[in-house]
């Protein structure tokens, strides 16, 4: 499940089916079991001797992105170049900078992820997660303390949507930050190699 395909077991996978899925799960979990959160795993390896606990790996279900006026509602698992090309499709120009970030808009927040000159805090409405029994809960961008690739968002939350806003502009020119970010991007670093 990690983008270099090595590093141990888990002790256990959970793979839901959606929010309800997960959040029901959770709140039949003992809370002295560990939980880990696995998106697309980019920037990630596991030690040899595995995780222990369990580890979740949000799936389809998590990664729906949707355009409504100026804002975008995106899944944790929705990977973060996919979000930025559905908002430039939408006409909504503020979360280029996602092209050139690897990973899911789950993993952006957990760290807020950026790059070029802006960072998940900058677009970011709200985000909704489940905590350790399950409930949702909605966090604000004040709930997060956002630092340099950093937040103060409880550790034990698992965040699975987003809502990002941004600014009204023509789709093409969107379009065409991304694919001058991406290139950006790929002349200065090894994104292709392993």
């Not at 170049?81 to 900078?97: D, H, K, T, W």
């Not at 807020?112 to 949702?136: F, I, S």
Request: charged residues 25%; hydrophobic residues 45%.
């Amino acid at each position: 499940f990690t983008w270099f395909r090595g590093g141990g077991a888990a002790d256990a996978l959970l793979l839901p089916k959606d929010e309800a899925d997960l959040a029901a799960f959770l709140a039949k979990l003992d809370p002295l079991i560990p939980v880990t959160v696995l998106g697309a795993a980019s920037n990630v390896i596991v030690r040899d001797g595995g995780v222990a606990g369990v580890v979740v790996r949000l799936g389809p279900a998590f990664g729906k992105v949707a355009a409504d006026g100026m804002r975008v509602t995106a899944g944790a698992a929705a990977l973060d170049g996919r979000v930025s090309v559905a908002a430039a499709n939408a006409g909504i120009a503020g979360l280029e900078f996602f092209s050139g970030v690897p990973g899911t808009i789950g993993g952006a927040l957990r760290m807020n992820a950026g790059c070029y000159g802006r960072e998940t805090k900058d677009a970011l409405v709200e985000a909704h997660a489940l905590d350790r029994h399950g409930r949702r809960i909605v966090l604000k961008p004040k709930d997060f303390a956002f630092s340099y690739r950093h937040t103060e968002a409880p550790e034990d939350l698992i965040f699975v949507e987003a809502v990002f806003e941004g600014t009204k502009d023509e789709p093409a020119a969107i379009l065409e930050r991304i694919e001058a970010l991406k290139a950006r991007r790929e002349s200065t670093q090894p994104i292709r190699e392993k």
